[in-house]
């Protein structure tokens, strides 16, 4: 059973950036993609972006292409969510998941395995 940790999180003003490290457990992490969800307060938890089991192929929701990037580290066992211009409607529990299978996904339902969420504010 993989375990997912996540450190990090904080408090970023508008416009700055934050990177997010999820490590897993286990010998097998290189073969499944990763995702990251985010919850805001009062709202369902969301799909952010995700990632293939090789990092070859990423695939991002609207709200943050072009200013998130989700990378990973095989042999370390992470993935990092890299969070430039920040805005406060990216407040938020942001979670790490892993996939079902190798390649990315953005529903909730494909993760079999999810960290505990790390909270991420940004000041206006």
């Known amino acids: 059973q993989v375990q997912l940790v996540e450190p990090g999180g904080g408090l970023v003003q508008t416009g700055g950036s934050l990177r997010l490290s999820c490590a897993a457990s286990?010998?097998?992490?290189?073969?499944?993609?990763m995702g990251w969800f985010r919850q805001a307060p009062g709202k369902e938890r969301e799909f952010v972006g995700a990632?293939?089991?090789?990092?070859?192929?990423?695939y991002y929701a609207d709200s943050v292409k072009g200013r998130f990037t989700i990378s990973r580290d095989n042999a370390k066992n992470t993935v990092y969510l890299q969070m430039n211009s920040l805005r406060p409607e990216d407040t938020a529990v942001y979670y790490c998941?892993?996939?079902?299978?190798?390649?990315?996904?953005?529903?909730?339902?494909?993760?079999?395995?999810w960290g505990q969420g790390t909270q991420v504010t940004v000041s206006s």
């Open positions: 990632i293939s089991w090789s990092g070859g192929s990423t």
């Open positions: 998941a892993k996939s079902r299978t190798g390649s990315y996904r953005t529903r909730q339902y494909e993760y079999d395995a």
């Open positions: 286990g010998r097998t992490f290189g073969d499944y993609g």
